[in-house]
């Protein structure tokens, strides 16, 4: 009973912010008590607010309370520091097999709050009061209690190992810097620390800009999972649509046969039947008169035979001959239809293999970093040439069609539905570009390094035919003070040195085109990660300034 009082005499001098006994406590209008220090964090946290509530009974104050240490309570407090009359500790707090136990502690020990470097001990929250209170304990190092605590402790020397041999790449105390790691590279651990803590950021950095780079991935093979499984639905559903008509129109077209096959039939009986008649009749007749010859055969009188003989009626007119070809009459038509059916056959499977070979693979392939150094790019180099029949009026090409330069007056090109007109002075590649592809542009001026799809518009004034300007086009401009680029009509600014020569890099199944200054290092000035869906031409552009030139390098 007596350790239950004393337990509600704890709770009672407690803060409810800290759960500890108070320390300088207050007490605030609404009478509940805090620690000085506690109520002020918490009422600095509030501080941008118009009132102050407390903790436990959220009632408000406007304005912020003056805080005056409550001189009763620190007593009470004390003496209850000084006595001891605190509860016995639950079983929670002492030490378990798995926790560090409180060095000072006897008996059954409590659970380490915190370890000094200082004293090589681990001290449990009551015991580590002194390294609050004391000033030569304040100066003490303190961390979290671990059981590998003594593994910081020199086993030769026991002292503190607080010295880093990089020679050794081990931690060692001072007096094994006086003896065996004497003139080796030395640094304290706690610099060691700070170096390698940076090193290790930078490696999470990387690791994290490898994680978005990742989920981005992971978002963007999702979406085409979507993309995929939309266009197979699409695809059913239109190849079920078009097959049924298919279908529709394979019956109607055999109604059409069986009722024109019938109604020939029909025809063709009426037409056989009446001469089947004919025939009968005509069978009659020849059958009566041949009854009448056979009768005046048998006359034995003489006269009376020559007498009958003329007034026998003459025969008629026999029908024509007939020819008969038995189960051919439709013959033709079970040839022309299996002839459609042979047809229809071959094109069913000359269609389907088509389906089969088009049908949209989805590689996912790594995508790897660009090269680092410039004989690494010169491993991807292309040989490309300019295309004369895209080429704008206003530019002469040159140097094996290499070379682009404003002029003045106007080149007499042939008209050609590729040449660029209007204001771009344009012109693209004859060679079209996939995989990975690398290649530099020397530039004179101002001067538009870009890439294109074929389809790109090329005549009027529109934005449709500006590289850059439009979906269809991505482009560097490059002025004498600086980048920027361009695509689908948005500018993003680009920063990076001023060189008079720009690489490309591209990666057509990644969906990667990048930009760099080349000089004697190559310096990333722009990337673009996107979906490429057609080959790609490179484009120049030059600015309308007489002598401005771009020219495709020779890589050697």
Not at 4 to 18: D, H, P
Request: hydrophobic share 30%; net charge neutral.
């Amino acid at each position: 009973m007596a350790q239950k009082g004393v337990q509600l005499n704890r709770e009672t001098f407690s803060c409810s912010i800290c759960l500890d006994l108070l320390k300088d406590p207050v007490t605030i209008p609404c009478g509940h008590s805090y620690c000085m220090n506690c109520i002020k964090s918490h009422w600095d946290e509030e501080d941008h607010k118009y009132s102050y509530s407390c903790p436990q009974c959220r009632k408000t104050f406007t304005p912020r309370p003056v805080l005056l240490k409550s001189t009763m309570l620190a007593d009470l407090v004390e003496e209850l520091r000084k006595t001891g009359l605190q509860a016995a500790p639950a079983d929670h707090c002492y030490a378990g097999a798995e926790d560090v136990a409180c060095d000072v502690c006897t008996g059954r020990k409590l659970k380490a709050h915190k370890s000094c470097l200082q004293c090589l001990a681990s001290f449990c929250e009551q015991h580590l009061q002194l390294h609050y209170e004391s000033a030569p304990y304040k100066k003490h190092k303190l961390v979290e209690p671990s059981k590998k605590f003594q593994e910081n402790v020199c086993s030769r020397h026991d002292e503190v190992m607080k010295i880093f041999c990089r020679t050794d790449q081990q931690l060692i105390c001072y007096l094994c810097l006086m003896e065996e790691h004497k003139g080796h590279d030395t640094v304290s651990a706690a610099a060691e620390r700070t170096e390698r803590q940076k090193r290790l950021e930078g490696s999470r950095q990387n690791i994290q800009r490898r994680i978005q780079d990742r989920e981005k991935d992971v978002k963007l093979l999702q979406q085409e999972v979507e993309a995929i499984n939309r266009s197979a639905v699409k695809a059913v559903e239109d190849s079920k649509k078009i097959f049924t008509e298919l279908i529709r129109l394979i019956e109607k077209r055999s109604s059409d046969v069986k009722q024109q096959v019938r109604s020939q039939q029909k025809s063709e009986v009426s037409r056989v039947k009446e001469l089947q008649e004919k025939l009968e009749q005509e069978i009659t007749e020849l059958k009566r008169k041949d009854a009448e010859l056979k009768k005046l055969s048998h006359t034995e009188d003489l006269n009376q035979f020559l007498h009958n003989y003329p007034s026998l009626s003459p025969l008629s007119q026999s029908a024509s001959s007939i020819h008969i070809h038995p189960l051919s009459c439709f013959e033709d038509v079970t040839a022309a239809v299996s002839e459609v059916r042979d047809k229809l056959q071959d094109v069913l499977r000359e269609k389907w293999t088509n389906v089969s070979l088009t049908g949209t693979e989805v590689d996912i392939i790594p995508i790897e970093p660009d090269p680092k150094t410039r004989a690494g790019f010169l491993k991807y180099s292309r040989e490309i040439t300019l295309d004369p029949n895209t080429a704008h009026t206003h530019l002469v090409l040159s140097e094996g069609n290499r070379k682009a330069t404003y002029m003045w007056e106007q080149e007499s090109y042939s008209r050609h539905p590729d040449r660029f007109t209007g204001w771009y002075l344009q012109v693209l590649s004859r060679e079209s570009l996939t995989g990975r592809c690398f290649w530099e542009v020397e530039k004179r001026g101002g001067v538009h390094v870009a890439v294109a799809y074929k389809n790109i518009s090329r005549a009027g004034r529109s934005h449709e035919c500006g590289f850059g300007f439009n979906d269809k086009s991505w482009a560097l401009y490059c002025y004498n003070n600086g980048y920027t680029s361009w695509y689908n009509n948005v500018q993003t600014p680009v920063s990076g040195p001023e060189s008079s020569r720009v690489g490309v890099y591209l990666d057509h199944s990644a969906g990667i085109l990048s930009f760099y200054s080349v000089s004697e290092t190559m310096t990333l000035l722009h990337r673009v990660q996107t979906t490429l869906t057609q080959p790609l031409y490179a484009g120049l552009q030059v600015y309308g300034c007489y002598g401005d030139s771009a020219e495709l390098c020779k890589l050697k």
